[in-house]
């Protein structure tokens, strides 16, 4: 029988099981063992936090689904039925991506790969990275310089989307045989290096993002001002979806996001060289 809690019990549940959910992902698309062994850890400390409201029960195994039903809490975004991928495993059901319908990257894009990266770039800038900047965001000194690196490449990541969408364009009106050809060999050779330039870019962010998320988590001294409220200028800023919520939770939601992304995007590990041309 689902026990009895408090508001303030409920809403204290409803973050320790967001931060759960959110480790979960971690935990299924890491690819580093230490990464992997550190969030099991936390997992299992939120799990015993989450257990003190369970007097008795063993919850040392449960997810955050199970615990969520045992705690009365019923169902809530990120707490929908997991989804099998095309490769048979088991993933979340993307609860942050289904918030941004994919749109095509240019009129004449194709690829669903390069439509999903699109948006997902286009997302990140306008939504969540305005979060993480210096504007909002007050890091300690080392953090501020690996920020400023990961945001150069996110702008050089724009770039090489620009150019593929001139291409893509390009290849569509063009006529001539022989240039046909020769722009659709620059279009799958842009395309091959923008997919895997954006996979690693986005994997970089998440490993960030999931440091920030655990120094949060610890109560340490990397982000400043974690709980301060986002509010954004409407004149230069577009973002509107994290208003209004703590840096903390902005965060906390951004990590999901690209956890969501890279989970979706399913990839092998690329080589920049050496491919064959599609």
Not at 22 to 45: D, F, H, L, W, Y
Not at 126 to 155: I, Q, T, V
Not at 178 to 188: A, S
Request: charged content about 30%; proline content about 4%.
């Amino acid at each position: 029988m689902p026990v009895s809690l408090s508001p303030e019990q409920k809403e204290e549940a409803e973050k320790l099981l967001r931060y759960l959910k959110q480790m979960e992902g971690i935990i299924r698309t890491t690819p580093n063992a230490e990464q992997k062994a550190r969030v099991s850890r936390e997992m299992q400390r939120y799990r015993e936090k989450l257990g003190g409201f369970l007097a008795g029960r063993d919850v040392s195994r449960f997810t955050a689904d199970q615990l969520r039903g045992e705690l009365g809490l019923g169902d809530s975004e990120s707490a929908a039925p997991i989804a099998t991928s095309p490769a048979g495993r088991s993933v979340t059901d993307y609860s942050i991506l289904q918030k941004f319908p994919v749109q095509k990257a240019s009129p004449n894009s194709t690829d669903p790969d390069i439509n999903l990266l699109a948006t997902l770039w286009h997302t990140i800038n306008d939504e969540y990275w305005p979060a993480l900047s210096e504007l909002h965001c007050k890091l300690d000194f080392s953090h501020s310089a690996e920020r400023e690196a990961l945001r150069a490449g996110l702008e050089n990541i724009s770039r090489n989307l620009k150019v593929l969408v001139e291409t893509l364009e390009e290849y569509a009106g063009a006529e001539k045989p022989d240039f046909r050809e020769q722009l659709l060999k620059m279009k799958n050779r842009q395309s091959r290096a923008f997919i895997f330039d954006s996979n690693e870019a986005l994997k970089k962010l998440r490993d960030f993002l999931s440091k920030l998320n655990d120094d949060i988590a610890e109560r340490g001294g990397i982000v400043i001002n974690k709980t301060d409220r986002l509010k954004f200028n409407s004149r230069f800023e577009k973002a509107t979806v994290l208003e209004n919520r703590t840096l903390a939770e902005g965060l906390q939601e951004f990590l999901q996001f690209t956890v969501e992304a890279i989970e979706k995007l399913n990839l092998p590990t690329l080589k920049a060289k050496g491919q064959g041309a599609s």
